[in-house]
């Protein structure tokens, strides 16, 4: 069975300075995949004219695909804002997933790579792999717990338009959750803990739990994005949050 799914953003804020997140999040779409086929797409934009000069587009794409007991997921955004003509993001980011199943674990390869302005990521490229344990479930209810290791290339752009660059490796320990609250109230949540393999104080942390609320014919959902670095390369704020509104349509 193959499935469409377009998200509407009815209403899109952001708290701090920052608009894209450095971890990509797979597994809302892992929530809604059948036995063959799924897609999501999200889409919304702004603009104003006259005393305020501000435009904004985000949209990302996810695609999966089952091959008996192997996944493919494959995810792109892009988000572009600006404000009187000063570009504030033009940020893209794309990841590709694959994760063999043995029963309820799996054992994970991804690609991944992006830039981020407001955190003065030219480029971050990625390639790891990890295993994944199921640790409990019930129905659709579930609770997962993984561990990785990737290699990560960074740029940065430091002070005067100097480039800092940063070969790391980093272990990676993850954990993803699905629990029915009610029966018309949904939580997915995802958490990402990376550590500097050559400095142990070097540590991101990324949550993002999703609240579905299943009151109507299209679930409507609050997204919450938390990102924290204990050492940034660069002059930036150390955690930024992100926190959106939205529609999902499942046709």
Do not use: C
């Not at 450095?22 to 059948?34: K, M, V, Y």
């Not at 996944?71 to 000063?86: H, T």
């Not at 204990?230 to 529609?247: A, C």
């Amino acid at each position: 069975m193959k499935k469409l799914f377009l998200s509407i953003f009815l209403i899109s804020f952001l708290i701090s300075n920052s608009f894209t997140q450095t971890i990509i999040n797979t597994e809302s779409l892992l929530r809604e995949i059948d036995s063959t086929f799924a897609f999501k797409l999200n889409i919304d934009g702004n603009v104003n004219f006259g005393n305020i000069e501000f435009a904004q587009l985000n949209n990302s794409l996810s695609i999966g695909k089952k091959i008996n007991n192997s996944l493919v997921r494959l995810s792109f955004g892009y988000e572009y804002i600006s404000e009187e003509k000063d570009v504030l993001a033009d940020d893209w980011v794309g990841q590709v997933r694959f994760n063999k199943f043995y029963k309820k674990n799996s054992a994970f390869l991804f690609l991944q790579g992006q830039n981020v302005k407001s955190l003065k990521l030219l480029h971050r490229y990625l390639i790891g792999a990890g295993y994944r344990i199921r640790i409990k479930e019930k129905q659709t209810d579930y609770f997962d717990f993984s561990l990785g290791f990737f290699y990560e290339d960074e740029l940065y752009e430091g002070v005067n338009l100097s480039k800092i660059e940063k070969y790391n490796y980093r272990y990676s320990l993850s954990s993803f959750s699905n629990f029915s609250i009610t029966e018309k109230i949904l939580l997915n949540t995802s958490i990402y803990y990376q550590i500097n393999t050559n400095d142990l104080g070097d540590a991101r942390l990324f949550i993002e739990p999703r609240l579905y609320f299943n009151f109507t014919s299209f679930p409507i959902y609050l997204n919450l994005k938390y990102r924290y670095h204990s050492k940034p390369y660069v002059e930036i704020l150390k955690s930024d949050t992100e926190l959106t509104f939205g529609i999902e349509i499942d046709l």
